[in-house]
């Protein structure tokens, strides 16, 4: 099970700090991957980290305001967001995986409900 949480309201150029909560895994050898749906868009790959936290990877496009990292012994996962922009108004999911890491998200069995990040001012 995965809880997503720590989305809201912010101004552009404003930061976020999304958490994702995972639990009933039995090994903690899982990867996290983030994903984003904007308002009549498909959904999209933002980020992902391996199971040891030492592969990460950040959309392109998002290099440099986004990044992402991992808490194993609280088995939860962060996406930081820095300088928000109105473009990043979407719902946020977060998945997991046993195995390697994937950006394909029909390889993620387990997926959170998702929390709504809108940047406004």
């Known amino acids: 099970q995965l809880q997503a949480s720590g989305g809201g309201l912010v101004q552009p150029g404003g930061s976020l700090r999304l958490t994702c909560a995972v639990s009933g895994f039995k090994t903690q050898y899982f990867v996290i991957a983030w994903f984003r749906q904007a308002p009549g868009k498909g959904r999209e790959v933002v980020s992902c980290?391996?199971?040891?936290?030492?592969?990460?990877y950040v959309a392109d496009a998002l290099k440099g305001r986004f990044s992402i990292d991992r808490d194993n012994v609280k088995k939860e996962g962060y996406l930081y967001l820095e300088s928000l922009q109105e473009g990043d108004t979407a719902v946020y999911y977060c998945a997991a995986k046993t195995g390697v890491s994937s950006l394909v998200q029909s390889e993620y069995p387990y997926w959170g409900q998702g929390t709504q990040v809108t940047v406004s001012s």
């Open positions: 980290i391996s199971a040891e936290g030492g592969r990460r």
